[in-house]
């Protein structure tokens, strides 16, 4: 398989120039970055050599590819061309995504000081990022304010004291509840978001301390979201901004639409219902500037996870199998985010060859992490063929909401596992 690493930031290649920009990107400039065959198995492909070359390997490993996250982006910009996304860095903060995404030009939703200062770190303009948090530190505020992020959301009054006292000069976002549930498995509505009984008075608390509101942000939920939900919201947003108005607090000029977006057929759908909202409501206000906070609609599909077999038990026509990653690691995602994992088996050890198990008989398999939890348990009564220890299990659509939320109970660290970086042609990813 060809590397691309940095030769090509001097111009040297044939690569499409949007490659020579995630190449040459901060967090992946000097990195190997593997081109990927353009057959089916590219991945699996490059999940054996990098097991191959790396035999005593102890820990799990994720392959993240930037050719996906490149069509994402030609994608997001095609369906959604009035929308600027805001990558919500909570969702992986993986650098070389981070890098990826800055260099394609996105901007960040950050939700701390942490992420604040990772995003940063990657030369990434204080302008092109939002604070995003209704409730924060106040030494976060602080920290925000030495370094030049000047727009943040709110959905209280004692958050406009703490602005006014840590960061007087920022501008805000007020954060809204929109109207209708979208019957989203993670209801952000739950947490944050003002009433509409609220909204005039939390427009007065920032305007009487000397703050300006700029605009109105909203969350719909994330996982599973009725699009429809969007109507409402956009709907409620154009009612505060003539609000904002009549209380003479001059034009707002910001629509945050949130995120909880998911790549594929759901997001085409999302997007016709934005634009049809967005047409309807704000179609005759110029100078509108509209973000959306997308977080797993980047990095979901961009990750594929490889697991080793650390153990094996058989129970009649059951097997039972041990890896090394599980529920309080990458794996998280299954109790945390609801998510329903697939895995394919990858028997290089003991099926040489026929590593893929191409045909094999198969058997409910049950499959548990490496901790002493019972909970640990990442699949049940799913079929496999038979497998032995150091075979692996490969997880794909493993990058929202898994290694960013992973801990290190038992001593296993989630934070210890590798990133290997490749690129495939997104025409021939079957996404796009």
């Known amino acids: 398989m060809p590397t691309l690493v940095a030769e090509a930031c001097q111009g040297k290649g044939a690569e499409p120039l949007s490659l020579k920009q995630i190449v040459c990107a901060s967090g992946i400039k000097g990195k190997r970055v593997t081109a990927l065959s353009a057959e089916e198995n590219g991945i699996t492909d490059f999940i054996q050599k990098v097991i191959a070359d790396k035999p005593d390997m102890e820990t799990p490993f994720s392959v993240l590819d930037l050719g996906v996250v490149m069509g ?29 995404l800055a260099a394609l030009g996105s901007s960040f939703d950050c939700a701390s000081k942490a992420e604040i200062e990772s995003v940063l770190s990657l030369g990434v303009s204080p302008d092109r990022i939002i604070f995003a948090n209704p ?171 490889a697991t080793r077999v650390i153990g094996k038990r058989v129970r009649g026509e059951v097997r039972e199998y041990w890896i090394d990653d599980g529920i309080y690691g990458t794996l998280n995602n299954i109790m945390f985010d609801y998510a329903t994992v697939t895995c394919t088996p990858l028997a290089c050890t003991s099926k040489q060859e026929n590593p893929t198990c191409r045909d094999l008989k198969t058997y409910p398999s049950t499959v548990f992490g490496p901790t002493c939890d019972s909970i640990d348990t990442v699949l049940r009564d799913y079929q496999l063929p038979e497998l032995e220890v150091d075979d692996w299990l490969v997880f794909p659509n493993m990058g929202a909401y898994t290694t960013s939320s992973g801990t290190n109970f038992n001593g296993f660290s989630s934070s210890a596992k590798s990133t290997f970086l490749a690129y495939s042609n997104p025409r021939e990813h079957p996404m796009f």
């Open 72 to 100: 994402l982006m030609d994608n997001w910009a095609c369906k959604l061309p009035t929308v600027q996304p805001f990558y919500a860095v909570k969702c992986n903060n993986n650098l070389s995504l981070v890098g990826a």
């Open 135 to 305: 409730c924060k530190p106040e030494s976060h505020i602080r920290y925000a304010a030495t370094v030049g992020v000047n727009v943040t959301t709110y959905d209280s009054k004692d958050e406009v004291l703490k602005i006014r006292r840590c960061h007087p000069t920022c501008e805000l976002l007020l954060r809204i509840k929109p109207p209708q549930d979208s019957g989203a498995r993670n209801c952000l509505g739950l947490k944050y978001g003002a009433l509409p009984e609220e909204v005039p008075e939390l427009l007065k608390a920032a305007h009487g301390a000397g703050l300006k509101v700029i605009g109105v942000s909203f969350h719909i939920g994330s996982g599973g979201a009725d699009s429809r939900a969007y109507h409402g919201a956009i709907s409620a947003a154009k009612s505060i901004f003539e609000t904002a108005s009549r209380l003479g607090m001059g034009r707002m000029r910001v629509l945050d639409i949130g995120g909880g977006f998911t790549s594929g057929c759901s997001f085409d759908t999302a997007a016709v219902k934005i634009n049809a909202a967005m047409e309807a409501n704000f179609g005759e206000e110029e100078g509108l500037v509209v973000i959306g906070e997308p977080g797993r609609y980047f990095a979901e599909t961009a990750f594929t996870l």
